[in-house]
C-alpha cells in the first residue's frame, strides 16, 4: 500500500470520526434548543432507546418523529435543559460505528417545592450507521452514574 493510499484513508476515518461525534452532539443541542424537527433527522428510520438505568423497564424501538414527540412532551416542559456530552471515543466498522461519551444533564423547572434543578451525569453509547444521507444514530443506551438535585422534576415534566 502506498503512503498517499493509507493517508486518504487516514483523513476518511477523521472525517469519518467527526461527523459521528458531531451527530451525537446534535441530538444534545436540538432536544435543549427544541428544536424537534432537526433532532429527527440525526437518527436512522428506527432508533433503539434503553434509558433502563434511570427509568427501569426495558428498551424501546422508535422512529424519529416518535422520539421527536416524546421528547418534547417532556424535555420540552422544563424551563429549560442543558446536556453536555464530552470525551468522545468512536470505534470505525466500514459503515457502522460505535460512539460513547461523558454526559451532564441539567434540567431546569420553577419549583415552589424542593430545588427547581436537576442534573444528572454518565455515559452514552451510541450506536450509528452510515446513510446516503450521513451518519444516523441507531441505538443511544443512556447509563446514570449519578443525579444530584430534585429528581422530582422528571416526574412534574412527564404530567
Known amino acids: 500500500m502506498s503512503n498517499e493510499t493509507s493517508t486518504a484513508r487516514d483523513v476518511t476515518a477523521a472525517i469519518d ?3 459521528i ?11 435543549d434548543q427544541r428544536e424537534w424537527d432537526k433532532l429527527t433527522r440525526v437518527f436512522a428510520d428506527k432508533v433503539e432507546l434503553d434509558y433502563t438505568s434511570l427509568n427501569g423497564g426495558e428498551p424501546v424501538t422508535l422512529t424519529p418523529d416518535q422520539i421527536a414527540t416524546g421528547w418534547s412532551s417532556v424535555l420540552g416542559t422544563f424551563d429549560a435543559t442543558q446536556h453536555l456530552t464530552g470525551n468522545h471515543l468512536v470505534t470505525l466498522d466500514g459503515d457502522q460505528a460505535v460512539c460513547t461519551a461523558s454526559f451532564q444533564a441539567t434540567h431546569r423547572l420553577h419549583s415552589t417545592v ?9 455515559t452514552y453509547h451510541f450506536d450509528l450507521i ?26 412534574r415534566a412527564s404530567q
Do not use: F, Y
Open 17 to 19: 470520526r467527526w461527523e
Open 21 to 31: 461525534a458531531e451527530v451525537c452532539v446534535r441530538m444534545a443541542w436540538h432536544a
Open 114 to 122: 424542593g430545588s427547581g434543578l436537576w442534573t444528572l451525569g454518565g
Open 130 to 155: 452510515r446513510t446516503d444521507a450521513g451518519w444516523r444514530i441507531s441505538r443511544v443506551v443512556m447509563k446514570a452514574t449519578w443525579g444530584d438535585g430534585n429528581q422530582e422534576l422528571l416526574t
